[in-house]
C-alpha cells in the first residue's frame, strides 16, 4: 500500500501536523474466520497488530498500524453491527427485499480437487450444494433455478466464483449504508461503536440533549430546564406494588450487614437478626423512605440507613431508606446527596438517561 503524506484530500499534510489515518476494513463474520488471516498476513515488520476488542476467538475490531506511515487499518465484524443474523437475513431486513444472495457450494472443493473441479463448464448438480455445515441441508429448488439462470452468463465454474465472492461482499454495502445514513441524522457514527446496541444507546443520550431531533412538536422543550431541585419527583409510578419482604430476604439481609460490620471490625453481637422479621416486616410495610420519602416497591427496593455510621446495623441505629437513596447518601454531603438523589427521580420520571454516575 502506498500513502501520499504529502496531500490528504487536497490539503497539504506533513507528519509533524497530528492526523489519524484510519481505513475501516469490514466483513461479514470476520471475526471468527479471517482475523487468523491477518495474524498470518500483518504480523510482521511492517505492522503492528493492536490489541483486539472482543477476545481472540471472536475480535469484533482490530486494528494494525504501519510502522513506517502510522497508517492504520481498522477492522471491523459488520455482523457485530446488525446483530447475530446471516447475511441473507440482513440483506432482506436492512435493504431491497428482492435483492438475491448467491450460492456457491463451498464444500465441495477443497486444496486438491479445486483446480479441476472449477474448471468444468457445466453447473454443479443440486446434489452439490447439500452442506454438512448445515446439517445436510440444500438449498431450495428455487434458488437452485436461480443458480442456473445466473451461471448461463459465464464461461465456467471458476468465473463463476470469481463473480460470487464480488458479489457476496457487495451486497454487504447497501444494508451498511443504511444503517450510517439512518445514526447519521443523530450525528453518531456508526463505524465508531462496537455494536448496533451502542449505538442505540448513544441515540438515548443525544435524545437528552436535543429531544426536537425525536419529537417534532417538542421543538422547544429541553430537558432539565424545568428541573427544581425543591419539588417531588418520588413515586415514579404509582401502580408499582409495594414491597412486602419475605422472610428468606430478611436472613439474606442480615447475613449481609452481619458481613459488612464484621469486614469494618465492628461488633456484630446486637446486630439485628432473623428473628427481628416481624418488626422489620411492620416498619417496612409502614414507613417511607427516611431519605426522599419515597414508598417501597418493587422497583424501588429498601435498605436499612445507619443513622449514626460509626455505629452497628441495630434496631435503634436504623432507619428505613432506599437502596438507591442509601448509597447516594453514603458519606456525602446532605445537600449534594439529595441534588443525586432528585435528579435521579426526575430521570426516571422522563424516561431519560442517567449520566451522573459519580460526583
Ligand atoms: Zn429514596
Known amino acids: 500500500m502506498k500513502y501520499d503524506t504529502n496531500s490528504v484530500g487536497g490539503i497539504d499534510a506533513n507528519d509533524n501536523i497530528p492526523f489519524d489515518r484510519c481505513v475501516n476494513v469490514l466483513g461479514w463474520n470476520s471475526s471468527r474466520f479471517?482475523?487468523?488471516?491477518?495474524?498470518?498476513?500483518?504480523?510482521?515488520?511492517?505492522?503492528?497488530?493492536?490489541?483486539?476488542?472482543?477476545d481472540l476467538n471472536n475480535s469484533k475490531s482490530i486494528t494494525v498500524t504501519n510502522k513506517n506511515s502510522h497508517m492504520k487499518l481498522q477492522f471491523i465484524d459488520a455482523e457485530n453491527l446488525f446483530g447475530p443474523l446471516a447475511l441473507k437475513a440482513c440483506v432482506k431486513d436492512y435493504e431491497d427485499k428482492s435483492e438475491h444472495k448467491d450460492v456457491f457450494p463451498y464444500e465441495i472443493i477443497n486444496s486438491k480437487n479445486w483446480n479441476e473441479v472449477l474448471v468444468k463448464t457445466e453447473p454443479f448438480e443440486y446434489e452439490d450444494f447439500k452442506s454438512q455445515l448445515k446439517g445436510g441441508y440444500s438449498i431450495t429448488k428455487a434458488e437452485y433455478d436461480q443458480y442456473l439462470i445466473d451461471f448461463k452468463r459465464f464461461t465456467n465454474r471458476l468465473e463463476y466464483l470469481k463473480y460470487y465472492n464480488t458479489n457476496d461482499t457487495e451486497i454487504m454495502a447497501k444494508p451498511l449504508m443504511n444503517l450510517i445514513d439512518t445514526f447519521e441524522q443523530f450525528n453518531i457514527d456508526v463505524l465508531h461503536y462496537i455494536s448496533i446496541a451502542s449505538c442505540a444507546y448513544a441515540t438515548k443520550h443525544y435524545s437528552t440533549?436535543?429531544?426536537?431531533?425525536?419529537?417534532?412538536?417538542?421543538?422547544?422543550?429541553?430537558y432539565y430546564s424545568d428541573f427544581d431541585i425543591n419539588a417531588d419527583y418520588s413515586?415514579?409510578?404509582?401502580?408499582?406494588?409495594?414491597?412486602?419482604?419475605?422472610?428468606?430476604?430478611?436472613?439474606?439481609k442480615c447475613y449481609h450487614y452481619?458481613?459488612?460490620?464484621?469486614?469494618?471490625?465492628?461488633?456484630t453481637e446486637k446486630n439485628v437478626t432473623a428473628d427481628d422479621y416481624d418488626y422489620f416486616k411492620r416498619l417496612l410495610e409502614t414507613s417511607v423512605s427516611s431519605i426522599c420519602s419515597a414508598k417501597f416497591t418493587y422497583d424501588n427496593p429498601p435498605s436499612l440507613d445507619r443513622q449514626d455510621i460509626e455505629l452497628l446495623h441495630t434496631k435503634d441505629n436504623c432507619l428505613p431508606a432506599c437502596v438507591s437513596c442509601n448509597i447516594a447518601h453514603a458519606n456525602r454531603d446532605p445537600k449534594i446527596a439529595s441534588l443525586h438523589i432528585k435528579m435521579r427521580q426526575y430521570a426516571i420520571k422522563n424516561n431519560l438517561p442517567m449520566t451522573i454516575s459519580h460526583e
Do not use: H
Not at 479471517?34 to 472482543?54: F, Q, R, S, Y
Not at 440533549?209 to 429541553?222: A, G, H, T
Not at 452481619?258 to 461488633?267: S, V
Open 209 to 222: 440533549y436535543f429531544p426536537s431531533k425525536f419529537i417534532l412538536e417538542s421543538d422547544k422543550q429541553q
Open 34 to 54: 479471517d482475523i487468523a488471516l491477518l495474524w498470518d498476513a500483518l504480523d510482521c515488520e511492517l505492522w503492528t497488530m493492536g490489541v483486539p476488542i472482543g
Open 235 to 252: 413515586n415514579p409510578n404509582p401502580q408499582a406494588k409495594p414491597f412486602v419482604p419475605s422472610a428468606g430476604y430478611w436472613k439474606n
Open 258 to 267: 452481619k458481613q459488612l460490620d464484621y469486614k469494618a471490625g465492628r461488633e
